[in-house]
């Protein structure tokens, strides 16, 4: 549903916003997100963020290899990995 749809990309941007608000501040130099799935959210957050160092750790392969082909497609440096609380 597009409303749906709609709802949810303007709530994935004021969370972006929110977190880039908060960091810049601090002059944050790393940011990783645990769960971040496709890295979508956390590639937003490192456009904003320019020289930040990023990380993105992720339960899913497929998730993984999303973040990591988005990010070499828009040129962020941020890296990607496997990552599972269970263990």
Do not use: M, W
Request: with cysteine; hydrophobic share 40%; glycine share 10%.
């Amino acid at each position: 549903d597009k409303f749906i749809y709609e709802r949810l990309v303007t709530s994935a941007d004021r969370y972006v916003d929110l977190l880039v608000d908060t960091l810049r501040p601090y002059g944050a130099e790393c940011l990783v997100e645990l769960g971040c799935g496709s890295g979508v959210r956390l590639l937003q957050t490192a456009l904003a963020l320019n020289d930040s160092k990023i990380y993105g750790g992720e339960l899913t392969d497929a998730g993984v290899e999303c973040g990591k082909i988005l990010a070499k497609k828009i040129n962020v440096g941020a890296q990607f990995f496997h990552c599972d609380f269970c263990r």
